[in-house]
């Protein structure tokens, strides 16, 4: 049998088993599934939605029968990376997304066992009704997005459990043969202790389920952080590019000496802010399409921006939040100004002071302030919209009503996140690197460094580009591959690629390429889930 023949009849198996209304065909499932932000196209074999994790393992065993590779989303949100679309052609979507069980709760150790579908939103709402003290392991991508997906891409946020993968104790998967995976110590040892450790016992597997395509992950718990005390904000400036490098040290130097306080600390450069604060000036670009150096200083003095803005978190009990904030003052002397700290409620009475004030200062002072009271927002654990409009800064076309969804709005972007040793001469090289190489591809250089630990950042760095122009689309993918090289050649690297990076970073691969071949040879043989999913 062709493979033409060989998918047709796997998609008459599949509608015999989930239903007609279950299963798309190529043009629904390309209609439904096939918009990127990186304007990235792929062919559909189709789109199956699940709708009982029991049916995935004969999905799974109709897919083997006729070697039609699936390709698993939990929410399909994955914007900036690939949204729903795998990585090779001719795969069927398997939409987990209608699984929204909350499995279990733990309320009073604070565990969560969840299915594919359960949304930052959703978890959110539970925790509420149920007054549980427990905070939602935000990103910045929307209450609409997953956390399995997220923890499987191993994401990360800036509440105190910030490596989210890092949270997640048991995982339940279905594999390639049909058959399902579960950790040895749920076995032995029963469903609440492996709940509640995360290594098990024997070897380690659950993070082979992590950035690979070895499983249909079904379930999953996650530790989720006890709601402190108090939540504070920092806020600070630098006054001059050149206190980068001091700036870095000195927030080494608050990581390590208050582990456990501080939740991270996030480092963003002028144009970055300002994209989240100012609308884009389309009538003041200079000839590349960008915003001239001396337009983003009169913009900063307009909206009060200075070249860096630092943003971090604070977790504890009162007294030691409060004890927190004098070293950290103490830390940051003569480096950083208009140093500040705000908990959420500050931040939400001065976005409504800002919001009665008269005239054109007070209007902008509102929508940096209200920006702000949503960002600590997001701090405390409540999923929100506010960060997703950066996607729609370069697009030309209104907002819908709804939930924002840029691939869908025909926002272009894709993430560049590369890890960067927290080092002053390493983050100032980098900073130099992504100033120079955006913009010769006409991209904005807005520059996040966000603290993974003491020792590392992880640098997001969104190509933001106006996706349907073409022109513009080759220049962000080109810009994306001359930022991954130049990046490599300073020692950073991202930690995670979109679907179309694959192929590059197999490229790179040597050992580590075979050991992964030889375990997808033993786990998936026909390579029908996720094939190409990291090599
Ligand atoms: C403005 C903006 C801000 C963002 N902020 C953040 C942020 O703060 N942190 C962050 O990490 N990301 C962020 N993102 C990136 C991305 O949108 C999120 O990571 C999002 O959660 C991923 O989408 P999803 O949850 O729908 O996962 P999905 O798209 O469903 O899944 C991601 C990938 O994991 C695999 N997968 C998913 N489910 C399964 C399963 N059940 N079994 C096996 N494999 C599976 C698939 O290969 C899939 O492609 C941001 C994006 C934007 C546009």
Same mark, same amino acid.
């Given at each position: ?5 060989? =998918? ?36 559909? #074999? ?40 795998? $990585? ?9 997304? *209608? ?84 950790? *040895? ?13 995360? !290594? ?16 249909? %992950? ?18 600070? =400036? ?7 490098? &001091?700036? %870095? ?23 970055? %802010?300002?994209?989240?604060? +100012? @609308?884009?000036? $389309? ?17 900063? &003095?307009?909206?009060?921006?200075? @070249? !860096? ?13 409060? +004890? ?10 003569? $480096? ?25 200062? *007070? ?11 949503? =960002? ?16 729609? !800064? ?8 709804? @939930? ?10 894709? !993430?560049?996140?590369?890890? $960067? ?29 966000? =603290? ?10 969104? #190509? ?52 992964? *071949? ?18």
């Amino acid at each position: 049998m062709d493979f033409i023949t060989r =998918s047709s009849a796997a998609l008459q198996a599949w509608r015999d088993l989930l239903g007609p209304a279950q299963v798309l065909d190529s043009d629904l499932a390309w209609r439904e599934y096939g918009a990127d932000t990186s304007g990235l196209q792929r062919r559909l #074999v189709g789109a199956l939605r699940v709708q009982d994790a029991e049916q995935v393992a004969p999905i799974v065993a109709i897919a083997a029968r006729y070697e039609v590779p699936l390709y698993p989303i939990s929410t399909g949100k994955n914007w900036g990376y690939g949204t729903a679309l795998p $990585v090779r052609d001719d795969c069927v979507i398997l939409d987990l997304g *209608a699984l929204r069980r909350i499995i279990h709760f733990d309320a009073e150790l604070g565990v969560v066992t969840l299915e594919p579908g359960v949304t930052q939103g959703q978890l959110a709402d539970f925790l509420d009704q149920g007054g549980h003290p427990f905070l939602v392991p935000v990103t910045g991508a929307g209450p609409h997005c997953s956390l399995i997906g997220n923890a499987l891409e191993r994401g990360y946020g800036i509440t105190p459990y910030t490596d989210h993968f890092g949270a997640v104790t048991d995982l339940e998967a279905v594999l390639a043969d049909g058959s399902s995976y579960r950790s *040895a110590l749920r076995e032995a040892g029963g469903e609440d202790l492996a709940r509640l450790f995360r !290594w098990g016992i024997g070897p380690y597997f659950t993070g082979l389920f992590t950035q690979s395509g070895f499983g249909i %992950v079904t379930r999953m718990s996650i530790q989720l952080a006890r709601r402190p005390e108090c939540v504070k904000a920092i806020l600070f =400036s630098l006054k001059e590019d050149a206190l980068l490098e &001091a700036a %870095v040290e000195r927030v080494r130097l608050i990581l390590q000496r208050l582990p456990g306080i501080v939740g991270g600390i996030n480092l963003m450069n002028q144009r970055r %802010v300002l994209a989240m604060t +100012a @609308p884009f000036p $389309v009538d003041r670009l200079d000839e590349r399409g960008l915003i001239p150096e001396a337009f983003v200083r009169q913009l900063g &003095a307009q909206y009060q921006i200075l @070249p !860096w803005t630092g943003f971090g978190t604070l977790y504890g009990p009162r007294r030691l939040v409060i +004890a927190a904030q004098r070293e950290i003052r103490q830390a940051l002397s003569g $480096v950083a100004s208009r140093l500040l700290f705000l908990s959420p409620e500050q931040a939400s009475t001065l976005s409504g002071i800002a919001r009665r004030l008269p005239g054109g200062f *007070a209007r902008r002072l509102a929508h940096t302030t209200g920006t702000l009271a949503k =960002s600590l927002e997001l701090v405390a654990g409540r999923p929100n919209e506010t960060a997703l409009p950066l996607c729609y !800064w370069r697009n030309p076309r209104p907002l819908t009503d709804g @939930p924002l969804d840029p691939a869908r709005d025909g926002c272009g972007l894709r !993430w560049y996140a590369p890890l $960067v040793p927290m080092r002053p001469e390493a983050v100032r090289a980098y900073v130099e690197m992504v100033k120079r190489i955006a913009p010769a591809h006409g991209i904005e250089p807005l520059i996040t460094l966000t =603290s993974i630990s003491d020792r590392i950042f992880d640098s997001t760095i969104p #190509v933001v580009f106006q996706r349907d122009d073409a022109t513009a689309q080759a220049a962000a993918s080109a810009c994306y591959a001359e930022l991954l090289e130049a990046g490599r050649g300073l020692g950073c690297f991202p930690y995670r690629v979109g679907v179309d990076g694959m192929d590059r970073l197999e490229g790179l691969l040597g050992e580590s390429r075979t050991f992964h *071949a030889r375990l997808r040879g033993a786990f998936d043989p026909q390579g029908i889930l996720a094939p190409g999913r990291y090599g």
